[in-house]
């Protein structure tokens, strides 16, 4: 079974709750301020008589000092003040004891990534299940503002940001900031800060930062996306490749690219760590570049990027933790190993689905025969994906859509080749995504989507926990039946593999990728051996497996 969230705990005191595992495992994600554990629970400082979200900016307190809850209600009921710094009503919910808090939350992260560049605010309560009015009063009660005036917000300081920071005409930084025209939006920008945007370029003889060399001669515009060192980016283009679509996406020495359709808008986007482009290598940030075509639609386009390359991530804190937990020796071959993530939830299912199996992270080429091709998620996505012209060898497809998967039908994926079981499988996910019941989207319900992936047969527990790491990007996913993680880990069971795996929470995901990696790693030398003739004495292997284990269990 995958690694369960984190479940709701009682207020306890640090004393006692320290040495439970729930305790720990709050501690790490506290310690390292993931953002991915923001809204779990939250945290009361014994001496200020303050509670904080797990991202606060402000000191971290000793563990002596901190109380944990699983919700903001029952810090307050316990005499604690809400933090002005960190705003804990501003934090996504995950409990069902404040459903109003979390529909709130919500809609926050929807908003700042363009959920009402055009849109209205009735699709976006259909998303959520709720109804208009409802939503309305729900952010109006947390935040003080209508949807739009979020919105709004939102559009005004990504505009003020592409006004600093590229060289875009006024205009599409109007549109790229999701306002539907220029007159709007100079009016509004005029309202809010006094002051047209133009009064907010840099003056001609200003710093030329990466960023502001956007206007390019390819209509290639440049943005940046920080990280927090190390980032083992060559492992992550690893990864992609061996997941890759030929047609959808290419890689180019170190460069990644691929099409993208977000609202309707299409075109392709290349992607390169900063540090690895060129020196000095001491950058700890990836150049993004994207197509004009794409400029109204850059809100949603750069919070997917961060996603897909996992730049939020705190790797020393992860890589810390990991070798604490028995995984030393991976995490000094792989420093800073970030957990690939998707550009559409999706897209990652579907290729999982028809393939039946999770890929290596190995350095390969691209299929990209086509229709002709051996592999059969390459087939269908030829076959059913649109074509797209985008002038860019190697670029000439767009991902089938969940509604596109829906239309063709089990008996046409059949036809390209796909076993039937799989065919099911893959046409059942892709009417839930369609119909809006599983939303394979970061922030997503991550026990809701569980359990609607469980429900469909042909669904295993290895595919559910790709699924849920990589589309809603829940870093504590590790499936203990997987062979490799038992074989790499010198586990002997499923129940060995969780066991061990409770020293990795909560980055169970990150564990699975540096043992997944190291099987692949391990794999590849016997077959190299085997091909020189050199046939492993599998006897002694044996025995060195138990050995591990024994020792692995004696220090645990």
């Known amino acids: 079974m995958l690694t369960a969230p984190l479940p709701d705990v009682a207020a306890t005191t640090a004393e006692d709750f320290f040495t439970t595992t729930q305790g720990r495992v709050y501690a790490r994600a506290l310690d390292a301020r993931d953002a991915r554990f923001d809204g779990v629970f939250f945290v009361g400082i014994t001496t200020t008589r303050i509670y904080c979200r797990p991202v606060c900016p402000a000191r971290v307190a000793y563990h002596s000092h901190r109380r944990f809850f699983a919700a903001a209600?029952?810090?307050?009921?316990?005499?604690?003040?809400?933090?002005?710094?960190?705003?804990?009503?501003?934090?996504?919910?995950?409990?069902?004891?404040?459903?109003?808090?979390?529909?709130a939350g919500a809609a926050e992260h929807r908003i700042a990534a363009g959920a009402l560049n055009g849109h209205s605010v009735t699709d976006l309560a259909r998303e959520l299940h709720v109804s208009e009015r409802h939503l309305r009063r729900a952010l109006e009660r947390e935040l003080g503002v209508s949807p739009l005036k979020l919105a709004q917000s939102h559009r005004l300081l990504f505009a003020k940001r592409l006004l600093a920071d590229t060289k875009l005409p006024i205009t599409q930084i109007a549109y790229a900031s999701g306002f539907q025209s220029l007159r709007r939006f100079n009016a509004s920008f005029a309202e809010q800060y006094r002051m047209p945007p133009s009064a907010v370029r840099r003056a001609p003889g200003a710093k030329n930062t990466p960023a502001s060399r956007a206007q390019r001669p390819d209509e290639m515009l440049r943005l940046t996306l920080a990280y927090r060192a190390p980032l083992a980016w060559d492992v992550l283009l690893d990864c992609l490749a061996g997941d890759a679509i030929g047609g959808?996406?290419?890689?180019?020495?170190?460069?990644?690219?691929?099409?993208?359709?977000?609202?309707?808008?299409?075109?392709?986007?290349?992607?390169?760590?900063?540090?690895?482009?060129?020196?000095?290598?001491?950058?700890?940030?990836?150049?993004?570049?994207?197509?004009?075509?794409?400029?109204?639609?850059?809100?949603?386009?750069?919070?997917?990027?961060?996603?897909?390359?996992?730049?939020?991530?705190?790797?020393?804190?992860?890589?810390?933790?990991?070798?604490?937990?028995?995984?030393?020796?991976?995490?000094?071959?792989?420093?800073?190993?970030?957990?690939?993530?998707?550009?559409?939830g999706f897209d990652i299912a579907l290729r999982t689905l028809l393939r039946g199996r999770a890929r290596p992270c190995r350095a390969q080429m691209i299929d990209a025969s086509g229709a002709q091709s051996d592999d059969v998620a390459v087939r269908v996505t030829w076959a059913i994906g649109e074509p797209l012209e985008t002038g860019v060898p190697g670029l000439s497809r767009l991902s089938p859509t969940a509604w596109r998967v829906v239309d063709a039908g089990v008996e046409r994926l059949v036809s390209l080749g796909v076993m039937r079981g799989r065919a099911d499988a893959a046409v059942a996910v892709a009417k839930l995504v369609a119909g809006g019941t599983l939303r394979l989207e970061p922030g997503g319900d991550v026990t809701a989507a569980r359990a609607a992936l469980a429900a469909i047969r042909g669904v295993g527990d290895q595919v559910?926990?790709?699924?849920?790491?990589?589309?809603?990007?829940?870093?504590?996913?590790?499936?203990?039946?997987?062979?490799?993680?038992?074989?790499?880990?010198?586990?002997?069971?499923?129940?060995?593999?969780?066991?061990?795996?409770?020293?990795?929470?909560?980055?169970?995901?990150?564990?699975?990728?540096?043992?997944?990696?190291?099987?692949e790693a391990q794999q590849s030398s016997l077959t190299a051996r085997a091909r020189r003739g050199a046939t492993p004495d599998l006897n002694s292997q044996e025995d060195e497996s138990c050995r591990m284990h024994a020792h692995a269990s004696m220090a645990s």
């Open 248 to 344: 959808v996406e290419v890689i180019e020495g170190r460069r990644y690219g691929r099409t993208v359709e977000i609202d309707g808008h299409t075109g392709v986007m290349f992607a390169e760590d900063a540090s690895a482009a060129s020196a000095p290598s001491d950058k700890t940030h990836v150049n993004v570049d994207v197509s004009a075509s794409l400029v109204p639609a850059l809100m949603p386009l750069l919070s997917r990027l961060r996603h897909l390359f996992d730049l939020d991530a705190q790797p020393s804190a992860i890589d810390e933790h990991l070798s604490q937990g028995g995984l030393e020796a991976l995490v000094a071959a792989h420093p800073g190993l970030r957990v690939p993530g998707a550009i559409d």
């Open 73 to 103: 209600a029952a810090a307050e009921q316990a005499g604690y003040r809400p933090c002005l710094r960190c705003r804990p009503e501003l934090a996504p919910g995950r409990g069902s004891c404040d459903s109003v808090s979390r529909i």
């Open 464 to 519: 559910a926990a790709k699924l849920v790491s990589r589309a809603l990007r829940w870093p504590d996913a590790l499936s203990p039946g997987e062979t490799a993680l038992q074989r790499a880990a010198k586990a002997r069971s499923s129940s060995a593999l969780m066991a061990m795996a409770q020293r990795w929470r909560p980055w169970g995901s990150y564990a699975a990728l540096h043992l997944r990696l190291h099987d």
